[in-house]
């Protein structure tokens, strides 16, 4: 069965650059989109389509997907952005989530 | 705006059923070109796809999980539903449903992602 692996914890300092990865196989020939978790809360989508923003969803976050790697970066992370991160896509008619990043900003 | 909200049992008996309806509002299930979905998040761990379904009634489920689940669409009363059978405590988690779009971007891929989710309702699964 497919799967995508993140980084279990990443730390970024405010107004700083954080970037997350996704590594799955041959991700770069599928989409890969991204969800914020806050605590107690459900899930929002963040990046679709690796790389589009939903409305609402402010221009700090960009994705990219190449390779074997989709990567969400963060600029001028803010602490409002402290969360865990999952990155998911479709494989084989099963959609498939990575075990999820928690960002820390300190 | 569209809004999903998870409703059921919150404890249910080993080796029973556990049954979840989800009702959408602000937009009609029927007359939508989106899939429905459910996902589960056991308490402090990740995100686990169950499956989906298309108004027209076609499913895909997670093979971990596809003897044991079903999900049905209710166009009449704007709902969609998860049964779990022959739960064991490993099925405690919380459900969501959510709803996704998808189907073939302009680079070829296939693309599949949930825009909007419900609040989320815990599930136990004990004696």
């Known amino acids: 069965s497919y799967e995508l692996t993140q980084p279990p914890s990443v730390s970024v300092s405010p107004g700083q650059i954080a970037s997350i990865t996704c590594s799955g196989d041959?991700?770069?020939?599928?989409?890969a989109c991204w969800y914020q978790q806050k605590p107690g809360q459900s899930p929002v989508l963040v990046i679709y389509?690796?790389?589009k923003r939903p409305s609402g969803i402010p221009e700090r976050f960009s994705g990219s997907n190449s390779g074997n790697t989709a990567t969400l970066t963060i600029s001028g992370t803010q602490t409002m952005d402290e969360a865990d991160y999952y990155c998911q896509a479709w494989d084989t008619s099963l959609g498939v989530f990575g075990g999820g990043t928690k960002l820390t900003v300190l | 705006q569209v809004q999903l909200q998870e409703s059921g049992p919150g404890l249910v008996k080993p080796s029973q059923t556990l049954s979840l309806t989800c009702s959408v509002t602000?937009?009609?299930?029927?007359?939508?070109?989106?899939?429905w979905s459910w996902i589960r998040q056991p308490a402090g761990k990740g995100l686990e796809w169950i499956g989906r379904?298309?108004?027209?009634?076609?499913?895909n489920y997670n093979p971990s999980l596809k003897s044991r689940v079903t999900i049905l669409v209710d166009t009449s009363k704007n709902q969609f539903s998860l049964k779990l059978s022959s739960v064991t405590a490993a099925d405690t988690a919380v459900y969501y449903c959510?709803?996704?779009?998808?189907?073939?971007?302009?680079?070829?891929?296939?693309?599949?992602?949930?825009?909007?989710w419900g609040k989320g309702t815990t599930v136990t699964v004990s004696s």
């Open positions: 379904i298309y108004t027209s009634g076609s499913t």
């Open positions: 041959k991700l770069g020939d599928k989409y």
């Open positions: 389509q690796d790389r």
């Open positions: 959510a709803r996704a779009l998808s189907g073939w971007g302009f680079s070829g891929y296939y693309y599949y992602y949930m825009d909007v």
């Open positions: 602000g937009d009609s299930i029927s007359s939508s070109n989106y899939y």
